[in-house]
């Protein structure tokens, strides 16, 4: 059996079963320490998979600490060091050195630093980070609960458009164009939302998979049944008129756009924050599987 005929998920459960870790499968790892919980979570960049050649390398740095943030973050932490490993073709120094002016401006960003790492010659660049957070509760994919109200925070579907155009590879974009492509080149990970998320949420996911599919973890995890009302997805101007110029549905990127880095997460409809971003858009109750306007739904991204 080949790994695409297992999929991304189903390899990570047959290895998960074979550790036998509960903590395998949520986005961080929370360990126990002293009167505190250190978040562990590792994520890799790797050419011609995650970005190409010709983007900004300080692009690339900044989104190899991004994603790793954001896993701290739905893991209800706040980051602290980084180890960051890179596999590397005889490339030119000055490369390098620029993914690292990226990756130490998003460590200022998010107060981190990086401690270590490694370097190794392979035949494209990945950059693999590994990176330690601290939590006083830390929050998992398994605690939505019956009754909760189902939030995310930003925008969805604008990293997917911003990718879509930056394969086009033009010379000119227009303002709302390069509005999307820098939301795809450099998230920011939602630093802003963990407070709240550690004072309210019962559980938080990133959305790297896209809406649909990271939802369906949760509700997996959770063993709950998510609806979500696609009327109420937070689009950005800049997305609908992406769409509006190439009849597409700005719909279809919020439900199955990966790499959004917003957070969703689940609590009682009352302790939303009018100080945040966040919208509702949808519901936890007891069931299976996530729907979409009643529809049962699934998709989004998978490695394999």
Known sequence: MLISDLGEFGLIKRLKDILGSREIGHDCAALKFGDRYLLMT????????????????????WKAVSVNVSDII??????????????????????????????KKACEFYKCEVVGGNVS?????????????ESERPLRRDGAKPG???????????SRAGLELLLENRKDYKPHELALIERHLRPTARIDYVKHLVKYASCAVDI?????ADARHVASMSGVRIDIDSKKLPLSKELKMFCEERGKDPVQYALFGGEDYQILFTHP???WNPFLDMTEIGNVSEGSGVYVDGKEVSGGYSHF
């Open 42 to 61: 590792t994520d890799a960049l790797v050419e011609g998979v995650h970005f190409l050649k010709r983007y900004p390398p300080e692009a690339v740095g």
């Open 148 to 158: 909760d109200s189902l939030f995310v925070s930003g925008t969805l579907g604008d």
């Open 74 to 103: 739905a893991g209800g932490g706040n980051p602290r060091w980084l180890l960051v490993s890179l596999i590397l073709p005889n490339i030119e120094a000055s490369y390098v050195e620029r993914l690292y002016e990226g990756i």
């Open 208 to 212: 790297s998979d896209g809406l649909v």
């Open 269 to 271: 409809k009352e302790r």
């Open 121 to 133: 010659k392979g035949r494209e660049t990945v950059i693999d980070v590994f990176a330690v957070g």
